[in-house]
């Protein structure tokens, strides 16, 4: 049997064990705490990226206006849409010519383009562009397609390759 | 605030040589109480020691409502009926450690219990069941108040009450069995 000090150091040792364990333990806790804090805040992150990129992406590739302002956000519908209006073939609208309207930094420019052939060629020019999905910048660049239902615009990304295309049809 | 109290408090304050006294108050009677229940010395040292653990770790857990006799007590019957759990999972295997320890045993009691009529009381004590054992020990050696037997006891006052009653018709009719002599 212990003595009353042998009991008492044994009494110390044990509640100073204890206190660091869970000094330990608490820190340990304490750790992954902010660990898995830290990589939540990094996954909420990358998801809003992908998210912002996503939507960016998708914003209004192609938008219909009849103010030439407002948005359309359903981008299906437009796309299903306008190919069909602008190609003039499968559809009761006569199209009546492709108003090409430059309105960027460096070109300031607009045209109204009556010539059927040139219509057509342009229409599936832009119909390729819509369907190819391209990241269209619509600070660049945009057409205005004239028929007896309203005006179409269409932001293009590349100017310089539109006037490469057309530049036999646009003076 | 009894002895005990006042000593917890002064060591909470920051007085370490307190907690010596708090030892040298209770450390036998615990460690005897808690044989009672464990029967073992060495286990009951360990238990005891758990005792004293748990007012340095858990210092808010005692309010100083109670004497902290009766809250180290509480502690310590809660601490055996565990031990007593886990060995019954376990399998006790102290039976050789026990048999050493007699001697030990006894002389713990030698110096709880120092008038020779009161040691003979107990030996017969020890014959009864674990509830009657228990109160006689509180009431009488411990000299805890029915109150305080009742929360060790973890039961209300009028079962202490009843427990004390129906303990000392038992004691007293296995001492008359004895031939022991008493006066009314």
Redesign the interface.
Known sequence: ??T?EE??Q???D??RT??TH?RQVRKRVMTSLSTLSVIVILMSGVYIAINNNYNSQNDNTVITTAEAEAEVNDHQEIEDMLPTQIAGESCTVTLSGIYVNVSSDSENYSEMITDEAAVKRLTEWVNQLVSDNKNIDKSTFVITVHNNEGDNVIYLPDEKAFFNEFKDVIN | MDMGASCYRRYLDGEQEA??EL??LY?DNL?FFINRYVGS?SAA?EI???C??AL??HPHRYNFSVSLKTYLFTIARNKSCDYLKHQKRVGNIDDAENYI?AG?IE??ENKIIIDERKRHILNVIDTLNEDYRNVIYLVFFEELSNEETSKVMKKNRRQIENLIYRAKAALKSKLEKEGFSYED
Request: proline share 0%; net charge neutral; aromatic share 10%.
């Open positions: 049997m212990k009353n009991f008492k044994s009494v110390l044990k509640s204890i206190i869970r | 907690f010596t030892i040298n450390h460690i010395l040292e005891a020691e758990d004293f653990v340095i770790i320890n030990e002389q713990l």
